[in-house]
Each structure stands twice: as C-alpha cells, then as structure tokens.
C-alpha cells in the first residue's frame, strides 16, 4: 500500500473538516493532534479551504492532510499545490481521478455501487471512498460487494459515529472512515478546542476498543 494510505490506515479516523476561517485551522488541528488524530480532510464546500490547507501543511507538518469535496480539476490542481496529500471526492468523476493519477497523486473518488468501485480500481484508485455509507447499506453492503472485489479498499463516510465506527473498522477491507463527530461545526465556531481534544481523544479510545485488531 501507498505510504501515505499506510497512514491513513494506521490513523483509522479520518476528521472531516469544513473551516469557516483561516484562523481556525492551526488550533484546530493542534486540538485533533493532542487527541490522537494527526489527519485531517478539509473541504472545498468553503472559500478558506485551500488557504486553509497551506497554513496547516507548511505550519503542522506532521499532520496529514487530504482535500474534500473536490469537484473540479481546478480544485484538485490547488489542494494539491497546497500540500495536500490525497483528494477526496463525493462522487466518481472519471477526468477529475484520471487528471489526479496522473500527476502523481492519491485519488479517492465516491462511489455507491460495485459498477463505479470497478472502473475506479482499473482506473488506479487504490481505495475508494464509500458515501454516502449508511444510507447505501453500510458495512453489510461492502462484505457482499468485497467478495467479488477482493482487492478493493474503502474510506467509508456519511452516517460513521461514535457507536458505528468499529463496525467499519472490523472488516478488513475498511482502511479507515470519515467523519465529523469529533469536530462538529458549532464546537469549530466556538473554538471549542478543549471538548473537540476531548472527543478525538474518546473515539481514539473506542477505535482501540477494537483490540487494536484494526492495526
């Protein structure tokens, strides 16, 4: 596996961030940090994210970064150019996954069905991301469609929580899931950093509940 999904793997959670500024992003990472996750995915829903995503990766090296929600070429080009270090999009876009391989970097298209999993893993996707996961039939889905893609990997987002997570976790072909229960908006725009510290730190801890059979 790819270095950077190696790690992505070892971390297992993957915060999903939306920023509304600039100032929030160094606190907040160091907040995700001190509580066990060095990773962030940071979306392009917002006009800060690409700032946002420079100010981490030149200020918080070890911090890994990924960009959300890209839709566009253009927008994988400058998450990129930012330091990000994998793409992740809604949905499968077969020129924005093509465009992203090509220049070298990790692509993680979204995909809902075995048919958009099949043409991403021949495209070069080594993991693909599965979304909205709950609403399309969560980890019951992935182990019948896993039985004929062996070799499929997934970054399972949309539903993951608290109480689910290490149902995702437990299956092997899951590298790792998405979520945002650590770091809810309302607690960013608070600057609530000690509460969000507090639970990054707690689902860690229930992340390794799994008896660290997910490492």
Known sequence: MNSVLQRVYEIGIIPVIAFNSVDEALPLCKALMAGGLPAAEVTFRTACAEEC?????????????????????????????????????????????????????????????????????????????FFPAEANGGVDK????????????????????????????????????????MCKSDKIKAGAWDEIT?????????MLGLQLGHI
């Open 53 to 129: 995503i420079k100010k981490i990766h030149e200020e918080l090296p070890d911090m890994l970064l990924g960009a959300g929600t890209v839709l566009t070429v253009d927008q994988a080009d400058r998450a990129m150019a930012a330091g990000a270090s994998f793409i992740v999009a809604p949905g499968f876009d077969p020129e924005v996954c093509k465009h992203v391989i090509d220049k070298g970097g990790i692509m993680m298209p979204g995909t809902a069905t075995s048919g958009e999993m099949q043409q991403a893993m021949n495209m070069g996707c080594e993991v693909v991301k």
């Open 142 to 181: 992935l182990k019948n469609i896993g039985a004929a893609l062996k070799t499929c990997k997934w970054m399972c987002t949309g539903g993951v929580n608290a109480k689910n997570v290490n149902n995702y976790l437990g299956y092997n072909q899951i590298i790792a899931v998405g979520g945002t229960w």
């Open 198 to 206: 507090a639970m990054s730190r707690e689902a860690v801890d229930v």
